[in-house]
């Protein structure tokens, strides 16, 4: 059994079989029909002939028959010409006048022929075929046969049918063919509105849970399956939605019992368990914030109108991370951002995004060195630090929600480079991560520039 | 000083009230919307410390009427939401600041002292990093109880850098304040005048530093030893 990948493939498998199968019983069919039509043709011309040749039979006063052909008549039955003849029986079956040379009856006489009857004889090599009439003249019967010997046949017709396939019937094929194709476009037509809802279902994915797919053009038979999908999406969505608030409603609800134990920290005796306690709940309060930005950053969508002007968002992030750089004896560098440099996006989202990276390279880059912002042109920020690099093994898995490659590493939640990675995906901007020649990682994020002029004015955007 | 904190959370409003009592804040505390409009309405207060989510509504509904009434109160918001729409609304509501819980107490305090000590708020005294004393009516520099006299673009870049104490300051923010919005500055203007105050302040043994974050402005900080 032949598995099909496609329903196009299939119809048109199927298709090519029924058409082969169609042509040759068509033509089969065609040529049989042919060849009745002549064969009726021929025989009413015989009976014709017969006909006439009967009304110049006529009763001599001695009660015997008498044949006066007119001269037209009488040289279509020459003997040179030899194609066709006629014969006149007695009721006995005796040949009373023949155009035959032995003066012989064409067809043998059976006494119970009808009044028109149509015959086949052979006489030596030659096929005869011809009409019978039965002729009355006062009490006196007669039978007046004609007949045609087939190698002589009428040409034009004889033409017609031997030449019916290299004339006519080779047509038959194209047509069937060019009604393939006709279908094929046909089914493609109504087969659209599939291969349109399939490709909006790939584009569902957990973070893009409200694609549905449309209706409206899918065909009835389709229908069913295509709204059963929507109702399953409706039924995922809300399970995604129920754990995404889940989220924000369990990091939300933390937070105050925190700023409580945060706050009875602060007025402990002994200051170095409450130091030490203190950085514990900084870590706590750091994952539960990035939950949150997580659980916002899942159902966020960006208003096409927004706009960032990434030189200021990395001048304000250089400017927050700058103090905590100093405690940790390490130094920030921002080079570019003379200029605003517009892109699509929202400011807010995209300083998280920097913000992540900032607070990543703090962690990883050893003190006394340098953490470096870049802002270019061209819609690219860099964030280098100094720090061990990232192997290509890692590379994807840095992105995941919760991975770390140290897991004692103090102040790392494993969902710093998660909400990046997410804000980038939001902001259609790409992320590439590489080893500096000279140690350390850079991460790039490629957004999209907005032309200067036009609605990307800075005037507009403010 | 009296401060009005509105904190629907019992333990939490309590233990606010001992921390603020001990930094020498006096604090009336009220957990809901209708406790906080009456209070405001029969006591001048200094700064408010607000909750956003009340059990009888939106702490930002009180901001609002506030700030509607034109009152100057600084306000800080107090809250668990931390969704960038929140944090918007409550700076549109006319919020002076905000603090997302769970926060440090001494953020707490510095962010209120940073409010109180704005011009025509209360505490209008002096800031003050290690043995460096800047008053901010007199703009007079004094380093271990020793005033000294810089000159006025020094004391401009000093001021705006006390102000900001632990944060950076960006070189345009320091163009800004020097120059206003007057004429053109020289591209190493700034440069020139952080470097001569470096200079005096170090002369005059003030165990500060003012770093230089490339790129993006300044820092004044305790220097390190």
């Known amino acids: 059994m032949i598995r099909f990948k496609s329903i196009i493939s299939r119809i048109v498998f199927l298709h090519v079989i029924a058409l082969v199968v169609t042509s040759i019983v068509m033509s089969f069919a065609l040529s049989w029909l042919l060849g009745v039509a002549t064969d009726n043709i021929h ?33 279509l039955y020459s003997q040179p010409y030899g194609r066709y ?17 032995d003066g012989s009856a064409i067809f043998p006489l059976d006494p119970q022929s009808r009044d028109v009857e149509f015959l086949r004889t052979q006489r030596g090599t030659a096929a005869i075929s011809g009409a019978s009439i039965r002729k009355t003249l006062g009490e006196k019967t007669f039978w007046v046969q004609a007949g045609e010997d087939l190698a002589n046949r009428d040409v034009l017709i004889d033409d017609i049918v031997a030449d019916f396939f290299k004339d006519v019937g080779w047509i038959t094929l194209p047509i069937l063919f060019l009604l393939l194709a006709i279908d094929i476009a046909i089914f493609a ?28 053009e899918i065909p009835s038979e389709v229908r069913p399956l295509v709204a059963a999908v929507n109702q399953a999406l409706d039924r995922l969505d809300e399970g995604f939605r129920v754990q995404r608030e889940f989220t924000a409603d369990a990091a939300h609800e933390l937070r105050t019992p925190l700023s409580i134990l945060r706050t009875r920290v602060d007025t402990l005796d002994d200051r170095g368990i409450a130091y030490a306690l203190k950085h514990d709940i900084e870590s706590m309060s750091r994952i ?13 969508v960006i208003d096409p109108n927004d706009r960032a002007d990434l030189s200021e968002v990395c001048g304000h992030v250089a400017q927050w991370i700058a103090p905590l750089a100093l405690k940790q004896d390490k130094e920030i560098v921002l080079s570019g951002g003379h200029k605003p440099v517009w892109v699509r996006g929202n400011p807010e989202m995209l300083s998280r995004a920097i913000r992540n990276l900032a607070e990543n390279a703090i ?76 140690g350390g990682a850079r991460f790039s994020l490629y957004f999209v520039r907005l032309e200067a002029g036009g609605d990307s004015l800075p005037a507009a955007a403010e | 000083m009296r401060l009005l904190v509105i904190e629907d959370n019992e333990q939490l409003a309590a233990l606010l009230a001992k921390g603020l009592h001990t930094a020498g804040y006096d604090t009336d505390i009220f957990g809901t919307v209708a406790e906080a409009r009456n209070a405001l309405l029969m006591v001048a207060y200094a700064a408010m410390i607000l909750d956003l ?55 707490l305090l510095a962010r209120l002292e940073a409010q109180l000590r704005r011009p025509g708020q209360i505490l209008g005294n002096s800031l003050r990093v290690a043995n460096l004393e800047f008053d901010v009516r007199s703009r007079q520099a004094t380093v271990n109880d020793e005033p000294h006299v810089l000159s006025a673009r020094e004391t401009a870049v000093l001021e705006l850098l006390m102000h900001s104490k632990g944060r950076v300051v960006s070189k345009k923010q320091v163009e800004d304040h020097i120059f206003g919005l007057s004429g053109d500055v020289a591209s190493n203007a700034v440069e020139v005048y952080v470097h001569r105050l470096r200079k005096q302040l170090s002369d005059k043994g003030a165990r500060v530093q003012i770093h230089t974050i490339r790129g993006v402005g300044y820092l004044i900080a305790e220097e390190k030893v």
Do not use: C
């Not at chain 1, 819609?379 to 630090?385: A, F, I, K, P």
């Not at chain 2, 700030?67 to 700076?91: E, F, Q």
């Open chain 1, 43 to 75: 025989d009413q011309a015989m009976q014709d002939q017969a006909v006439s040749v009967a009304r110049h039979l006529a009763l001599k006063p001695d009660g015997s028959a008498a044949l006066e052909l007119p001269p037209e008549l009488q040289g």
């Open chain 1, 85 to 101: 003849s006629y014969a006149v029986l007695d009721e006995r079956g005796r040949a009373l006048v023949s155009s035959l040379a």
């Open chain 1, 189 to 216: 037509r109504a087969l659209r509105p599939l291969r349109e809802a399939s490709e909006i279902a790939s584009h569902i994915s957990p973070i893009r849970t409200d694609v549905r797919l449309p209706l409206d």
């Open chain 1, 288 to 300: 539960l914030g990035q939950l949150l930005d997580i659980a916002e950053l899942d159902a966020f």
């Open chain 1, 363 to 438: 962690k990883h880059t050893p003190r006394g060195t340098v953490i470096e912002f870049a802002v270019e042109e061209n819609g690219v920020v860099r964030v280098s630090d100094r720090g061990p690099g990232i192997s290509e093994e890692e590379r994807e898995l840095i992105f995941r929600r919760f991975w770390r490659r140290d897991r004692t590493l103090p102040g790392s939640t494993g969902l710093g480079l998660s909400i990046v990675q997410r804000i980038a995906e939001l902001h259609q901007a790409t992320i590439r991560v590489e080893n500096l020649p000279a």
């Open chain 2, 53 to 107: 989510g009340l059990p009888d509504g939106d702490g930002l509904a009180v901001l609002r009427e506030l700030r509607h009434r034109k009152d100057p109160i600084p306000v800080l918001l107090l809250t668990a939401r931390g969704g960038l729409d929140d944090r918007v609304n409550g700076l549109r509501s006319g919020a002076d600041d905000y603090l997302v819980k769970p926060f440090a107490f001494e953020e």
